[in-house]
């Protein structure tokens, strides 16, 4: 959290306008300048960005099917249910954690909306693959940006390459609002929609003679969803030290590659690939002996975490139940440790050192 944050609420809370105002529109402008994006929406959290996206895509249609990875937050999934729509589960690379576009088009039928793809830890999946083959389906994308705010792919920044690009701002983010989330999306049409949808369908910029809105016909039923003027003002404080925050992140994945690189028996890494860089919102290490590694890096005082877990097994999924040996592989093997912007070079060093000692 930024030191002057409390500086940047305080008049905003005592201005007697809290609500979506003219903060959100500075924080929506610095989100596009630092995306390098002009359609982009600020909202409440990553899950409504989704949503919305899942809306757009899915269309009220009630048959269907949206192809989506397993193993990530329930977030990138709950809100395809909660849009009527059914789960098509996607196998992923079991080292690094991305979808693979080499099972797409088996999943692909005649009710396919939309192909999800998740950049695990911030590290880019193959976006032009995965873009040709629902362009030759006529289906969308949408990339679920959560852990990528500032990762490229082939030089441009997350949030120009698919029809629609989810971020989160939530507590833990690399930039964070408290809790937010935005939605940078390719067409114009599309973009003016979801904007009158993010607050339950209503034009915010129309005024009306009489009273505000009240005569204002209201033609889609959207949501609340738009972003307070009090989370943007955090967001305006945060987002200067992004980039500086993120090459931080990127400076101890690099020390984490070198270090582990002598050990690639036991200790395995998801490299990025030629067109891709992270932006390392988690480090994920592989390793045979993945929950003894837990257990002793917690006794040596260090945090580490799976993180999320397969959304498959989940009862509320159980509908859509598949095999995914590759997100069982992944899953059973996956760790992510310590990368953050906090560490000081005695931590990175203890990291590795007890790493390697009991990495099996
Ligand atoms: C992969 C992924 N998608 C979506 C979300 C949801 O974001 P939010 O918490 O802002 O709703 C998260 C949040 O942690 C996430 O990790």
């Not at 305080?10 to 809290?18: H, T």
């Not at 079991?94 to 909306?113: A, C, F, M, V, Y």
């Not at 002996?289 to 397969?310: C, F, T």
């Amino acid at each position: 959290m930024s030191q002057d944050v409390i500086e940047h609420i305080a008049p905003v809370i005592n201005s007697g306008f809290i609500g979506e105002g003219p903060k959100n529109v500075l924080f929506e402008n610095e989100l596009k300048r630092t995306l390098d994006y002009q359609n982009v929406l600020t909202l409440n959290s990553g899950t409504s960005a989704l949503h919305l996206a899942y809306h757009l895509a899915i269309n009220h249609d009630r048959d269907a099917e949206i192809i989506t990875p397993s193993m990530t937050c329930s977030a990138t999934n709950v809100p395809i249910v909660a849009n009527g729509a059914r789960i098509v589960w996607a196998d992923i690379d079991p080292i690094s954690g991305n979808i693979d576009p080499n099972h797409l088009e088996s999943l692909i039928t005649k009710k396919t909306k939309a192909i999800t793809v998740v950049h695990w830890g911030g590290n880019p999946a193959d976006l032009d693959k995965i873009n040709q083959i629902a362009h030759k389906y006529n289906i969308k994308v949408i990339e679920d940006a959560a852990h990528a705010i500032g990762a490229t792919y082939k030089g441009k920044k997350i949030g120009c390459h698919s029809d629609y690009i989810a971020f989160s701002f939530q507590a833990i983010k690399h930039l964070t609002t408290i809790d937010g989330g935005a939605l940078a999306i390719r067409l114009n049409d599309d973009f003016k929609r979801a904007k009158l949808l993010r607050w339950f369908g209503i034009d915010r910029n129309a005024s009306s003679k009489h009273d505000l809105r009240c005569e204002i016909d209201v033609k889609e039923a959207g949501y609340k969803f738009h972003m307070n003027d009090v989370n943007a003002s955090v967001g305006l404080s945060n987002i200067k030290f992004l980039d500086d925050l993120i090459a931080k992140h990127r400076i101890n994945a690099q020390y984490f590659d070198l270090e582990f690189s002598g050990y690639q028996g036991k200790i395995k890494l998801a490299n990025q690939t030629a067109n891709s860089k992270s932006s390392y919102w988690l480090y994920t290490i592989h390793v045979d002996n993945r929950d003894e590694l837990m257990a002793r890096l917690s006794q040596e005082g260090i945090m580490s975490s799976k993180v999320h877990s397969p959304n498959h097994r989940h009862t509320m999924f159980a509908n859509f139940n598949r095999h995914l040996p590759a997100t069982d592989i992944f899953e059973k093997t996956h760790l992510c440790i310590p990368v953050g912007w906090w560490l000081t070079e005695d931590d990175r060093q203890k990291i590795v050192e007890k790493v390697i000692r009991y990495a099996k």
